[in-house]
C-alpha cells in the first residue's frame, strides 16, 4: 500500500454534546487517547462502552466534499465528530494496518458507523449519507504531537 495524506484539520471536545474546537496541534497519549478529549477523560458518548480502539478517530475530507455535491449538505471539517480530517488517505481500507501521523504511529481498528448522535448536534440528516463513509478508529501505539502540517503515511 503506497499514498500519502495530510492533514486538513484537527479537531477535539472534552464532552460529548459540545462542539468539536478547531486545534493547530493535538498532545497524542499512547494507550489512552487525544490529551483533553473526550474519550482520553471518559466524558464522551461512548464511554460508557470503552474501547481500547477508540483513541482517536479519523475521517476524509472527500466525503465532505461528496456529500455537498451529492446531497448539497454543507458540513465543515469540525462537524464530523472526529479529531483528525484527511485528504488522500483510504480509511476504509487500513483497518487492521499501522501508519503514521507526523511522529506518532496508528494502528486502525475499525471502521467508524454514524449514529444519530451527529444528526441531532448538526440538524442535518447526514446518517444515510455517511453508511460506509463515517470515518476510522485508531488506538495510539506512539504519542507525541500532531500538527496541521503533519502528513500521514503507512508504516
Known amino acids: 500500500m503506497s499514498w500519502t495524506g495530510t492533514i486538513v484539520g484537527l479537531h477535539t471536545t472534552p464532552r460529548s454534546f459540545l462542539p468539536m474546537r478547531d486545534m493547530a496541534e493535538l498532545e497524542l497519549v499512547a494507550g489512552v487517547g487525544i490529551a483533553g478529549d473526550r474519550y482520553a477523560t471518559e466524558s464522551g458518548f461512548y464511554s460508557d462502552r470503552p474501547e481500547e480502539g477508540r483513541q482517536i478517530t479519523l475521517f476524509e475530507v472527500e466525503t465532505l466534499e461528496a456529500l455537498k455535491r451529492d446531497y448539497d449538505i454543507d458540513l465543515a471539517p469540525s462537524d464530523h465528530r472526529r479529531n483528525v480530517t484527511t485528504r488522500g488517505v483510504p480509511l476504509n481500507h487500513l483497518v ?36 460506509h463513509r463515517s470515518g476510522l478508529h485508531a488506538r495510539i501505539l506512539k504519542g507525541g504531537a500532531i500538527t496541521t502540517a503533519d502528513n500521514l503515511r503507512p508504516e
Open 96 to 131: 487492521g494496518h499501522r501508519f503514521w501521523i507526523g511522529p506518532c504511529l496508528l494502528e486502525a481498528t475499525r471502521l467508524s458507523t454514524p449514529c444519530r448522535h451527529i444528526e441531532q448536534i448538526t440538524g442535518k440528516e447526514v446518517f444515510e449519507p455517511f453508511l
